[in-house]
């Protein structure tokens, strides 16, 4: 937070950032402010005019926008609570952008979270004068006009962009963030305004279609039904959705994000607004990991391929670990910090037959300065502050010195096949995972465990910042538990005592053990926003992101 000033809204004096706009000074006074073309992380374009203040000046009060203006010491601003210059003119706004617009509420995939709708509530609530014989203008391009039943021009609707996103012509606003998206964050221009005046209309550039890694954001900032993804078109009516805060698992950046479900299901995966981390931003193949939550997930245990309850594939893995003379134990950085100090827990308990492993044979991609950071191992850094080697290379050398391996949520054998050939000559092993992938096929003993969108648990991203997973209520099968969970079960049979892992407080005093940054660090500290720690050790690749 910058430096602190005092302004005077509504005649009351506030205590304001000046660092920021004043549309936001006036969000943390207590006098929210309506808008749409403002968006805190985009530059500012100030051409829908709906967050317009009074400002006393020089020469006296003056409508202005507060999107572009900035705070200064004794500024006296007036907001709708008390200037009825500010009430008419947002009515105005509201009037004009209504005047032409499609009655689509009823079907449009936004109506519950379109900010339209929202603002006609607050500023608007003005009667129509258009006359009935009068019809909408509607917006939309010679290309894709069309004429309905009742003889009426419409404009395009139902518009395939490309891929990932369907446009609705006529129900655009002309707020422009989406064209600054591409523009400005997605540093591709595929959408852009032609036609002028009232005339113009969204669309792409001739014969081209809207494909971008991270075109799907531009569905979320959109404030009207104009621009919908895909994959949650008609879905789901939004206002039935409930949200769980998390954060992404396929990067080490950690792009925070919820977890939106209802009915035991879940609908999307949406960005959640970290400016340290994320911004406001996801990129398409994390938001649509929510389509294998449900996909080609394991439910039941296995031994030596034949089904087996989870209890006896635990009891079978607890055994092979017991009676293993030397014992491969492979951590991985897919996995929480707290699955991974229970693995470490385990090979202490193990003594000396127990070795452990790390690192990943997935490549490093550059970090796109977005939402990646270019590693696809989301907790590398917490292996590393735990001291664990990248040394995956070494147990396919050395393959052959064990009886037994323990492979934790990593998939080897579909990251490097060769490689993990190798690992065939341990004669037993034991596979914890979320889903029927190649390494479980591979297994002799197949444990099933919770995923990612099913535990609370921590990850440190490549910035030095511990975040949160949190627990969506919404799991494939309700018995099934967290990595740490069933080691502590599995170690129960293969040592003379368990892990005494008995709840989440048990095992995070495992991972302050395990990593000093940590050691004075509870989970109520994090918050939703993580926490950065002072580390020692140097960061990983991509952290610039």
């Given at each position: 937070m910058g430096e602190m000033i005092t302004i005077n809204v509504d005649g009351v004096d506030r205590e304001v950032d000046k660092d920021q706009p004043l549309i936001e000074a006036l969000g943390q006074a207590g006098a929210p402010t309506p808008n749409?073309?403002?968006?805190?992380?985009?530059?500012?374009?100030?051409?829908?005019?709906?967050?317009?203040?009074?400002v006393e000046g020089p020469r006296g009060p003056a409508l202005m926008i507060s999107c572009h203006l900035r705070p200064a010491p004794g500024m006296k601003v007036r907001t709708e609570a008390s200037s009825e210059k500010v009430v008419k003119a947002r009515k105005g706004v509201m009037e004009f952008l209504l005047v032409n617009h499609p009655l689509d509420c009823p079907i449009c995939d936004k109506a519950g979270?379109?900010?339209?709708?929202?603002?006609?509530?607050?500023?608007?609530?003005h009667e129509s004068r258009l006359p009935e014989e009068v019809e909408k203008a509607y917006k939309g391009g010679a290309d894709h006009r069309f004429t309905d039943t009742k003889g009426v021009s419409r404009g395009g609707k139902h518009i395939d962009l490309g891929p990932t996103i369907i446009l609705d012509q006529e129900r655009c606003i002309l707020c422009d963030r989406c064209t600054r998206f591409m523009r400005d964050v997605a540093g591709d221009e595929q959408l852009y305004i032609a036609g002028r005046g009232d005339h113009a209309y969204i669309t792409t550039?001739?014969?081209e279609p809207l494909d971008h890694a991270y075109d799907l954001n531009t569905t979320d900032i959109c404030p009207v039904g104009a621009l919908t993804g895909k994959d949650f078109r008609f879905q789901q009516r939004v206002w039935f959705l409930k949200k769980t805060n998390s954060i992404a698992p396929d990067d080490s950046l950690g792009a925070n994000l919820t977890i939106e479900h209802h009915r035991g299901k879940v609908w999307r995966l949406m960005p959640r607004r970290n400016p340290e981390v994320n911004?406001?931003?996801?990129?398409?193949?994390?938001?649509?990991?929510?389509?294998e939550l449900d996909r080609n997930r394991l439910t039941a245990?296995?031994?030596?391929?034949?089904?087996?309850?989870?209890?006896?594939?635990?009891?079978?893995?607890?055994?092979?670990?017991?009676?293993?003379?030397r014992v491969a134990l492979v951590a991985s950085g897919h996995l929480t910090c707290e699955d991974n100090a229970a693995l470490l827990a385990l090979a202490a308990r193990l003594g000396e037959k127990a070795e452990v492993f790390a690192?990943?044979?997935?490549?490093?991609?550059?970090?796109d300065g977005i939402a990646r950071s270019g590693d696809p191992v989301a907790n590398r850094r917490a292996l590393q502050l735990m001291g664990l080697p990248d040394n995956l290379d070494a147990l396919v050398e050395r393959a052959a010195e064990f009886d037994t391996l323990l492979v934790i949520g990593h998939d080897l054998w579909q990251a490097a096949p060769e490689k993990a050939q190798a690992l065939e000559v341990i004669q037993e092993r034991v596979v914890l995972d979320s889903w029927n992938n190649p390494s479980a096929k591979a297994a002799t003993i197949v444990v099933p465990v919770r995923c990612w969108?099913?535990?609370?648990?921590?990850?440190?991203?490549?910035q030095d910042r511990i975040q949160m997973l949190n627990a969506c209520p919404v799991c494939i099968n309700d018995e099934l538990e967290a990595v740490w969970q069933v080691l502590d079960r599995i170690s129960g049979h293969a040592c003379d005592?368990?892990?005494?892992?008995?709840?989440q407080t048990s095992v995070w005093a495992q991972v302050q053990s395990r990593i000093a940054a940590l050691a004075d660090v509870q989970y109520r500290h994090i918050g939703p926003l993580g926490l950065p720690l002072t580390v020692n050790a140097p960061s990983l690749v991509g952290a610039e992101a």
């Open positions: 749409f073309c403002y968006h805190p992380d985009l530059k500012v374009a100030g051409n829908c005019r709906i967050c317009l203040v009074e979270e379109c900010t339209l709708q929202e603002h006609y509530m607050t500023s608007g609530r550039f001739p014969g911004k406001s931003w996801i990129h398409n193949e994390t938001r649509l990991l929510y389509q245990g296995a031994i030596n391929g034949a089904p087996a309850t989870l209890g006896e594939s635990m009891m079978a893995a607890g055994k092979a670990l017991a009676k293993a003379g690192g990943s044979w997935l490549p490093i991609g550059e970090a969108a099913e535990i609370r648990g921590t990850m440190i991203n490549c005592a368990p892990l005494a892992l008995a709840s």
